[in-house]
């Protein structure tokens, strides 16, 4: 066991020797460019230790080799090692959530449980259990092989070539890991067309010491790290657009005791023979030498004075370089200029359209454009017009050339980074249905075909491994699906079937981790939990593959539960009453059905009482005189949260809205702004929301929308749930009885189940009192189809209004909301004070001295009126 950890310690520190032999921890994956200049047969072995922390549930790696035409000469999937039961609990998606985490704690004045560089240690490395795998690869060619390995972070990899050749390395696709000497110094090439550069870094641990200087062939400093910090980025600009071109800068990376993540990319000239958003992007290759940088040339292929990547991308450009320029130029019958796309192509005007197919539905709605092949091939079977296949040829080859050399498209969306939900699954690179359409329903030429074959079994099987960042953004996640769907119905490839079924088993399971995918409750979740505005998309996205593919109806009864969530979620006047979104405050797209089996639950109708999906996050009932909406499902985590501008989302056993079935909304629980603007819980004073809230004895505030009810239940007719207040020791029940005529509520606060722990030894007198509280009911500001405002009036003991309410708490046995005709009666159990609050809402004083917090309660009835 020592020679062995010396053995490991020796190459963990060591970047000597071409990377002879080295470690990585993946995030998402690496590629060894390997310089194999005699064409010899070669061994790559793969030491595969799988920390089993991080994620929940099976974790297979993908292990592909391709010689230096770019053809594949290995493809495998290491299965998972079978540990798959839970083990680190907050739900994460990528690097950004799991630094996050760390920073969180970090500000609450604690360390994390566990420190992020210990598993790099040698001594804990080589306690994991360690899985061998060999890959013969046979070098019948001379040049640069690409060895490419996607896991998660939960994985360790050693690479090792038997014979040693020189290699070069690549993380992506935003980072590579390094621990130890890794990385201390290297070379990297520069891609021709490179017009500046992306740096970000991230040191976990504290302390942060490592500097990171990246210096030009003259020695100069073009990029200067931030010590210090736990996450620094920078972007520069060369003095002129290809400065740098086919020359090699240094990488210095400084002593320090933790790992850390390092990402540079070049920037790279716009091209109008690349289709892509953003900006293009060429992931920094990192050599042991300069010999070795210059030689794999960061992936770069050069042919024909243009850059390129892939093989495919090259016998793609030669193909169509063979066809005339007349065979481009589209014409009708008769000869008259015609437009391929439908109309769909602006330039140039009135150009008479070529015969069309109806209901072309964009695979992403409205949301980003689809390119002219997706169009033109739609309309293909119409008018079998052969010069507009050969532009959708052209056109599908342009969005292809953005693929980069790790088989994912090479661009950057979000500062230096993209997520691959977004930029490569469906949302906005649309050319998986386009390769169905020229693979399955084209009379393309065969040859041409075997090369669309060709690219999409690389990024077909690249995309199934895109699934850790990918997993947070629910609107985007769900597209992912759909182009896995069309990339195997492409190839017709049974490895591309089966990591299909894999990610949708799992996408619909849980089994990507807690909080993604599709959600208990229905819709597609998002920030870990549900976005209002975001869970909309798939309404329209997912038209598009429900009608390519009738047949499979998986795709049909998630969608349909998505639909179905929204008849129950919508509000009327497109009020966006989604307290719980964990993204923006703005309202769905579309809006409430008026008919049919997902008709809006808050039209006039039958009685019922359900708890959504039975998935006991959502209740929702319907009585001759009202509609309501209760939420007390999941949020986003506070370690989330504390990365936005304030608390993203509320629930907590909240009334989301009262529906007077036929006239309106009487009450509407909103968020002032997106992304927790204007949310946090010090603003609570100026919130629009159904809640408890105020000040704890300690001078802290507290609302108890904060919460996360798991005991959420029905029974009958009445909903009961509870739970603790979060960064608080506080604990909320609230309680609904739905009955014929009203809604009977009720709330209680009292301490969370922490005291006893927290007071073993020493009492802490202002732990679980508060010296002020109110219950909090939002009303719509203005009256519906009149000029006014809502009237808000005292209810006197016999229930007759009184004055206006105000600003001035006064004593009153309930409050009238009037929209105009039609509202709702606020009965309390007892004569209490109350008052108009900052943002529309009433505010019924429960505590205005410090007391114990389970002296802290109330019931009242809401009587809805008007129909």
């Given amino acids: 066991m020592l020679r062995w950890i010396l053995s490991l310690l020796l190459f963990l520190a060591s970047t000597s020797l071409g990377f002879a032999q080295s470690t990585h921890r993946l995030q998402d994956g690496i590629t060894a460019f390997v310089n194999n200049t005699e064409g010899k047969d070669f061994n790559v072995h793969l030491a595969v230790r799988d920390l089993n922390l991080f994620e929940t549930g099976a974790r297979e790696l993908l292990v592909k080799v391709y010689d230096p035409a770019g053809r594949p000469v290995v493809r495998k999937v290491i299965p998972d090692d079978g540990v798959v039961s839970k083990a680190f ?112 870094f991230a ?18 400093q073009l990029i200067t790290g931030k010590t210090g910090q736990i996450f620094w980025k920078d972007q520069i600009t060369f003095e002129k657009p290809g400065k ?20 540079l990319k070049f920037r790279l000239e716009r091209s109008v023979k690349v289709n892509f958003r953003g900006e293009r992007v060429a992931p920094a290759v990192y050599a042991p030498d300069v010999a070795t940088a210059r030689a794999v040339r960061g992936g770069a292929i050069y042919h024909d004075g243009e850059v390129f990547w892939h093989g495919f991308q090259v016998r793609f450009h030669d193909w169509l370089k063979k066809i005339p320029a007349s065979e481009f130029e589209v014409t009708t019958k008769d000869g008259k200029p015609a437009d391929p796309a439908a109309g769909y192509l602006k330039t140039p005007k009135n150009l008479i359209a070529l015969p069309t197919r109806p209901n072309f539905l964009p695979v992403n709605g409205v949301h980003w454009r689809a390119p002219a092949c997706d169009v033109i091939l739609h309309n293909y079977p119409a008018h079998k017009n052969k010069a507009a296949l050969n532009v959708a040829l052209r056109d599908l080859q342009r969005g292809l050339r953005v693929i980069g050399p790790h088989d994912h498209v090479a661009n950057a969306a979000g500062g230096p980074f993209a997520n691959m939900a977004y930029e490569f699954g469906n949302y906005a690179w649309h050319y998986w249905r386009p390769a169905w359409r020229i693979l399955r329903q084209s009379d393309a030429p065969d040859e041409v ?78 920030g870990f939990g549900y976005a209002f505005h975001y869970a909309s998309y798939i309404l329209t996205t997912w038209k598009a593959i429900r009608a390519d593919f009738p047949d499979d109806k998986r795709f049909a009864k998630v969608h349909d539960g998505v639909h179905r969530w929204f008849s129950y979620t919508y509000a009327d006047e497109r009020v966006p009453a989604g307290p719980w979104s964990t993204r923006t405050s703005f309202y769905p797209e579309g809006g409430p059905a008026k008919d049919g089996p997902f ?19 959502f209740f929702a009932a319907r009585r001759k005189n009202y509609y309501a909406l209760t939420y007390h499902g999941r949020l986003s985590p ?9 608390q993203s989302g509320y629930g907590g056993g909240m009334l989301c809205q009262l529906q007077i079935p036929g006239k309106g909304l009487a009450i509407a629980s909103t968020l002032n702004k997106s992304y927790g603007e204007d949310m946090d819980i010090s603003l609570w004073r100026n919130f629009h929301l159904h809640t408890l809230a105020g000040i704890q004895a300690d001078g802290a505030p507290f609302v108890s929308g904060d919460s996360e009810h798991a005991d959420a239940k029905l029974k009958q007719n009445v909903v009961v749930s509870s739970g603790d207040i979060r960064n608080t020791p506080l604990h909320v029940r609230r309680t609904f009885a739905f009955k014929d005529q009203e809604i009977a509520c009720s709330v209680q606060l009292d301490e969370s189940g922490f005291g006893d722990l927290l007071s073993l030894w020493l009492k802490n007198n202002l ?19 009149k000029k006014g405002a809502t009237i808000v009036a005292l209810l006197d003991a016999q229930g007759n209004p009184g004055k206006v309410l105000d600003k001035e708490p006064t004593e009153a046995a309930g409050v009238l909301i009037d929209r105009g005709g039609f509202g709702v009666r606020i009965v ?36 809805p009126f008007g129909n």
């Fill in 89 to 200: 609990l907050p739900p994460i998606g990528a690097w950004d959530h799991e630094a996050w985490y760390y920073a969180y704690c970090y500000m609450k004045g604690t360390q994390p449980m566990i420190r992020w560089s210990a598993f790099s240690e040698p001594d804990r490395l080589a306690s994991v259990a360690k899985r061998d795998f060999k890959f013969a690869v046979k070098g019948a060619k001379k040049g640069v092989y690409r060895v490419l390995v996607v896991g998660c972070i939960d994985h360790y990899v050693t690479l090792k070539m038997d014979p040693a050749m020189p290699h070069a390395i690549a993380g992506h696709p935003d980072w590579i890991h390094g621990h130890g000497k890794q990385w201390q110094k290297s070379y990297v090439y520069v891609p021709r067309g490179s017009v500046g550069m992306f740096a970000t």
């Fill in 638 to 646: 506070k370690w989330e949260s504390n990365a936005h501008p304030g």
């Fill in 449 to 526: 075909k075997a090369i669309v074959h060709e690219a999409f079994l690389v990024t077909g099987d690249r995309l199934a491994f895109c699934r850790t960042w990918e997993r947070v953004n629910g609107n985007s996640y769900a597209q992912v699906l759909t182009a896995l769907r069309y990339a195997h119905e492409a190839t017709n490839d049974p490895l591309q079937k089966e990591l299909f079924e894999t990610y949708w088993q799992r996408f619909t399971t849980g089994g990507w981790g807690e909080r993604v995918g599709v959600g208990p409750s229905g819709p597609i979740q998002e």
């Fill in 599 to 617: 008709a809006w639950k808050g039209l006039p109708g039958p009685a019922f009482t359900d708890s959504v999906n039975n998935a006991d996050e």
């Fill in 203 to 220: 040191e976990y641990d504290a302390p942060r010491q490592r500097t990171v200087i990246v210096r030009g062939p003259d020695g100069k």
């Fill in 244 to 263: 740098y071109d086919d020359q090699v800068l240094t990488v210095e990376v400084g002593p320090g005791p933790g790992d850390f993540l390092l990402g």
């Fill in 767 to 785: 732990r679980g009192r508060v010296r002020e509280a109110y219950e909090m009911i939002p009303f719509q500001p203005n009256q519906r189809g």
């Fill in 828 to 863: 309390f159990d007892k004569a209490r004070p109350v008052m108009r609050g900052n943002n529309n809402t009433v505010m019924i004083r429960l505590a205005d001295k410090v007391v114990a917090a389970k002296d802290v309660s109330m019931s009242y009835r809401l009587v």
